[in-house]
C-alpha cells in the first residue's frame, strides 16, 4: 500500500508541481491550501507524514498552529515544514513544535525525496517484532527501538522520530563522544548544523520536564555530543 503524504501548501504552482513529482515516487499524496481543511482531514484520518507550509493564506504562522495540532494527535508522525523563511529564529520555532525536519523551497527534489525516505525508512522499525535486543538501558534511561518508547526513571519521555534516533546515537555508545557526522551517519539523517543543535537542546527541555536535574547530555565544544553514564 502507498505511503500517504499530506502537503499543506498556499500556493497552487508549487503545490501541483509536488504532488506530482511525489505521486511519481509512487506516494499516495493528499494536497491542502489552508490550516482548516488539513486539520479537518488529520481528524478523520492521519497521513503517513506531513509536509507543511508555515505561511498558509492568511495565518502567517498557520503551519506552525496546524503542526502543533498534529502532533498532539500523534507524537511519532514525521512531520516536514517545508517553507521560503529561511532564519535560525523559525527554524528552531519550527523544531520546537514538534516538527522533524526544517527544509528551505530552494533545497532540491533529490534532497527532499531522501529526506522523506529516512522517515520513513525509521519509522518502519515500528513494525518489527520486539525482543530483548530492541531495549537499551543505561542507568535511569530505558529506551525500546521497535515501539521508539523512552523512559526516564520510569517516567515516559514523548520524542519525535528524528530525536529518538539522535538520543539513541549517543546513549548506546555512553561516555564516547559523538560528532554532528556520527549522529547523522548513526540516525540516517542528513542535516545541518544548526538543526542538530536544535533537537539537543529540544531533547534535553523533555527530559528536564520531568527532571529538572537532568544533565546527561553533553555538550563537548568543537567536537559533538556524549551520553555521561553518572
Not at 503545490?15 to 499516495?28: E, P, T, V, W
Not at 506531513?50 to 502532533?71: H, M, V, W, Y
Not at 513544535?97 to 534532497?111: C, E, N, Q, R, V
Request: some cysteine.
Amino acid at each position: 500500500m502507498s505511503k500517504r503524504i499530506a502537503l499543506v501548501e498556499d500556493d497552487f504552482a508549487i503545490r501541483d508541481n509536488y504532488h506530482a513529482a511525489l505521486s511519481k515516487q509512487g506516494y499516495d499524496v493528499l494536497c491542502y491550501e489552508d490550516r482548516l481543511s488539513a486539520s479537518d482531514a488529520f481528524q478523520q484520518r492521519l497521513p503517513d507524514l506531513a509536509i507543511i507550509d508555515i505561511g498558509l493564506k492568511e495565518e502567517i504562522d498557520g503551519g506552525f498552529t496546524l503542526c502543533q495540532q498534529l502532533r498532539g494527535l500523534s507524537p511519532s508522525l514525521p512531520i516536514i515544514f517545508f517553507t521560503a523563511r529561511d532564519n535560525d529564529y523559525d527554524t528552531i520555532c519550527g523544531l520546537r513544535m514538534g516538527a522533524d525536519d526544517y527544509l528551505t523551497k530552494d533545497i532540491s527534489l533529490p534532497h527532499l525525496l531522501a529526506r522523506i525516505a529516512a522517515l520513513f525508512r525509521r519509522t518502519e522499525l515500528l513494525k518489527m517484532p520486539v525482543n530483548q535486543e530492541d531495549i537499551l538501558e543505561s542507568g535511569d534511561l530505558s529506551m525500546n527501538t521497535n515501539r521508539m518508547t523512552i523512559c526516564w526513571k520510569q517516567q515516559p519521555v514523548e520524542l519525535t522520530v528524528t530525536e529518538f534516533w539522535m538520543l539513541f546515537a549517543i546513549a548506546r555508545h555512553a561516555g564516547h563522544v559523538k560528532s554532528r557526522q556520527q549522529l547523522m551517519d548513526e540516525s540516517r539523517m542528513v542535516v545541518d548544523d544548526t538543526t542538530i543543535t536544535s533537537h539537543i537542546k529540544r531533547i534535553r527541555r523533555k527530559f528536564q520536564q520531568s527532571d529538572a536535574s537532568f544533565d546527561r547530555i553533553e555538550t563537548v565544544y568543537g567536537m559533538g555530543y556524549r551520553w555521561k553514564s553518572h
